[in-house]
């Protein structure tokens, strides 16, 4: 799970046109809250839930803490928070490597679970590049997970198509924001957040090697970030008698839409 | 001059718009070569269809093996084909699937990916323009490491029609078993609604909760333009509409000529899909609404009333 600037607030690009983190408060993805609650539903539904842990992992700086905790707060049982200055500024490939090398460090994962995408850079690329690093089966884009044991089928709706995928775990899901709303934390579950274990991760601790990533080793370059000159308001009328389907049709022709 | 690959976007051999699309930006770029990856007997069509959009080599890819899985095996098999073309970029169409290709060929090739560019231009390289934010700022950028993999959007170019070669290489992928470990289980194609398509669409009108479930004034009124029908999250949430229609963050990003908002407020993850639209038209019966903060044209008033009469009146215009 990804820690983002609050998509609701007015972002800011620094000089070397990295995000502004600073700039804007962070939160948990939402969509990775989405994230979250299936996993928790896989524990619950699962046949023996107290055997199955579920760790909340999330590659940011400092602050990125927060994700975890919120993540702890919800349910899952363990924290993992990889943190480590030069991971700043990676593109998607980097951002994957580490996340990849996390996994494999966590040990015997059966499951890695992902939003659709992170709300800011949005590229829904990670779940299929952690797939691809760990050689593991891509069960993307679900709307409803179910399983048996290590079976898992999940929905998917396509651009032209609906389908129905399986794989066996271990596998990488990702599931949309129609999977079922996420829990929110109980007073209970903050409480117990407090306790439970949360480590944090360097690139050391992971084998990655510094220069593997961050913004130097991005092998995407940002050239320019422009603001978008903000929409000029256009004519609005209030409809009185069916005044306001005249203007509209008016308005339509004029612009040769009829 | 090298090859530029576009990974040909299609419906059972049937080549969609944003495939001509991104033939018409190769050629900006480079010498088109078009990858069909698709039934054995709709290549023929596919191919001639490729090439009146400059695609001087198309690389055939039957998919009868791959079809059961999901991408994995489309990533592999346009691994391949860089290897003996070597390409100086990589174009695939920005649906969910063509961004998973891109993500994985990534990791394969080692090379720098870009997402969802909403224009492609040379500029000593293939440089994009992405719109990041919720629309709120515009971003050029340019893959520096290995051979650029990018995706584009619908809408991002008009297609030029030019005659390429079109001269066929057969392809016959070998396929890793690590490929094939996500099956396609079953597949159920999309009912046509026998409107355009909402990425490609020249005017979309959309309806939100405001419409209070009933749609037929919205479709009614966008029938009468000849446009598309979306809805916001709300309506798709309360069920009146099916996700393939959500415009917005989680949904489709739609650019068309004119977009009609009825009934949405315009909350920011809905803007995130139509911010670009050229022009925006919005029905709603709360002038505080936000969305009218973005309109070229707004009517503060009730749809169920506005909507049938305007349907009315561009009815009677067209006799
Ligand atoms: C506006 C913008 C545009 C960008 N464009 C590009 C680009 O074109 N090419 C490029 O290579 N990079 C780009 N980046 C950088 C890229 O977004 C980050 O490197 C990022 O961490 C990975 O991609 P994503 O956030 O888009 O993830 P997505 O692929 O959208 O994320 C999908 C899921 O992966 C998981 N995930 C993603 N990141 C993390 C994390 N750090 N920790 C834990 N889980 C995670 C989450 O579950 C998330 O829901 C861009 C960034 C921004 C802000
Ligand atoms: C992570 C996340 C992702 C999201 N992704 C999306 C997304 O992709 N797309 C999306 O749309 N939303 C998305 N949302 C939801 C978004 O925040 C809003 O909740 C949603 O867009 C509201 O839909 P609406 O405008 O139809 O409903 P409302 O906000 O309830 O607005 C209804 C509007 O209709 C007007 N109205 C009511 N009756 C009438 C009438 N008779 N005539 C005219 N006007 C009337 C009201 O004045 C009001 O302005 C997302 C939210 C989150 C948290």
Redesign the pocket.
């Known amino acids: 799970m990804k820690y983002v600037p609050d998509a609701t607030a007015d972002q800011k690009f620094e000089d070397d046109l990295t995000v502004d983190r600073a700039a804007v408060p962070g939160l948990l993805s ?2 990775d809250e989405y994230a979250v609650e299936q996993a928790l539903q896989i524990k619950e539904k699962s046949e023996n839930p107290e055997s199955v842990e579920v760790t909340a992992l999330c590659v940011g700086p400092a602050e990125a803490v927060d994700a975890v905790r919120k993540a702890l707060q919800m349910g899952a049982d363990k924290g993992i928070h990889v943190a480590d200055d030069s991971i700043a500024g990676s593109d998607a490939l980097a951002t994957s490597k580490v996340l990849a090398a996390a996994v494999k460090k966590a040990g015997d994962v059966d499951v890695v679970m992902c939003g659709m995408a992170s ?1 800011d850079g949005a590229m829904s690329v990670v779940p299929a590049m952690l797939a691809e690093r760990l050689d593991l089966p891509q069960l993307t884009l679900a709307s409803v997970v179910e399983f048996q044991g290590d079976q898992f089928r999940v929905k998917r709706d396509g651009d032209t198509s609906t389908d129905v995928l399986g794989a066996t775990a271990p596998l990488v899901l990702s599931v949309t ?1 129609q999977s079922g709303e996420a829990r929110y934390p109980s007073f209970k579950g903050i409480m117990a957040a407090k306790k439970k274990p949360m480590e944090t991760w360097s690139l050391g601790d992971l084998g990655v090697d510094a220069g593997e990533v961050g913004l130097s080793a991005a092998w995407t370059k940002v050239e320019a970030a422009d603001a978008r000159p903000p929409r000029t308001q256009g004519e609005i009328v209030t409809d009185e008698d069916g005044s306001g389907a005249t203007a509209l049709v008016e308005f339509l022709a004029s612009k040769k839409f009829i | 001059m090298s090859e530029v690959l576009v990974l040909i976007d299609h419906v059972d051999g049937a080549v969609r718009k944003p495939a001509y699309e991104l033939l018409t930006i190769a050629k900006r770029l480079g010498e088109p070569s078009a990858v069909f990856i698709g039934p054995a007997e709709a290549a023929d069509a596919a191919v001639e269809a490729v090439k009146k959009y400059g695609a001087e080599k198309v690389y055939v890819v039957d998919d009868t093996e791959i079809k059961g899985y999901l991408v994995a095996p489309k990533a592999e098999a346009l691994q391949q084909i860089a290897g003996q073309a070597s390409p100086s970029a990589i174009l695939i169409t920005s649906s969910a699937e063509g961004k998973e290709i891109a993500g994985r060929l990534a990791v394969k090739l080692d090379s720098g990916v870009i997402t969802d560019a909403v224009d492609v231009q040379d500029n000593g390289g293939p440089e994009t323009t992405q719109s990041v934010f919720a629309g709120s700022y515009t971003v050029r950028a340019k893959v520096t490491h290995g051979t650029p993999i990018i995706t584009v959007k619908p809408n991002a170019a008009t297609p030029e029609e030019s005659t390429g070669a079109g001269a066929v290489e057969q392809v016959s992928v070998s396929l890793s078993d690590s490929a094939k470990k996500a099956q396609v289980v079953a597949s159920q194609p999309r009912e046509s609604s026998g409107r355009p398509e909402l990425t490609e669409a020249a005017i979309v009108v959309s309806g ?3 419409t ?1 479930g009933d749609f037929s004034e919205v479709e009614d009124f966008a029938d009468a333009l000849g446009a598309a029908v979306g809805a ?4 798709v949430d309360s069920g009146w509409k099916p996700h393939a229609f ?6 489709k990003t739609v650019s068309p000529q004119l977009y009609v908002a ?9 803007r ?2 139509m911010q670009t639209s050229k022009n925006i038209v919005a ?4 002038e505080e ?1 936000p ?1 009218f903060e973005l309109v070229d044209f707004g009517v503060v ?4 009333t506005v909507l049938p009469a305007a349907t009315e009146k561009i009815n009677a215009r067209k006799g």
């Open positions: 939402e969509l709300t924001d | 939100g909760r405001g209070g916001s999250r709300a309506a959500q415009i917005g963050q989680t949904g009825n009934g949405i407020s315009g909350a920011i993850q809905h995130a899909g029905v709603n019966k709360d609404a969305i008033g009730d749809l169920h």
